[in-house]
Nanobody
């Protein structure tokens, strides 16, 4: 199991930016899919961005493409989500997630994630 702790949430006006961080108990020699999810009130948790820990290319939900950027250091223990041009509909609790994997092409298979952080609230006002 990977322990995950998110930080960086807060309140911002529409058009603003936030950077979320997720500290994880990653083994620097192991292989992982990493992702950010979000859950708005009354809605299901949905995946917004995913990345393979040893790669630079992220996969994004259509709703955040061009505005959000996911990144992870090769041997660092932190996952990031840079969120620009935020909209009120981005308001949600954001969770980071991880799973062991040697298949980078599967990282956007959202239902396969098993390890989760507790979440951080992001609120965007109009």
């Amino acid at each position: 199991r990977v322990d995950l702790v998110e930080s960086g949430g807060g309140s911002v006006q529409a058009g603003g930016s936030l950077r979320l961080s997720c500290e994880g108990s990653f083994d620097p020699y192991d292989y992982y899919c990493l992702a950010w999810f979000r859950q708005a009130p009354g809605e299901e948790r949905v995946g917004v961005a995913a990345i393979y820990k040893r790669h630079d290319t992220g996969h994004y939900a259509d709703s955040v493409k061009g505005r959000f950027t996911i990144s992870a250091g090769y041997r660092k223990r932190t996952l990031y989500l840079q969120m620009n041009n935020l909209r009120p509909e981005d308001t949600a609790v954001y969770y980071c997630a991880a799973r062991h994997s040697s298949e980078p092409d599967t990282c956007s298979q959202w239902r396969r994630y098993r390890d989760w952080g507790r979440g951080t609230q992001v609120t965007v006002s109009s």
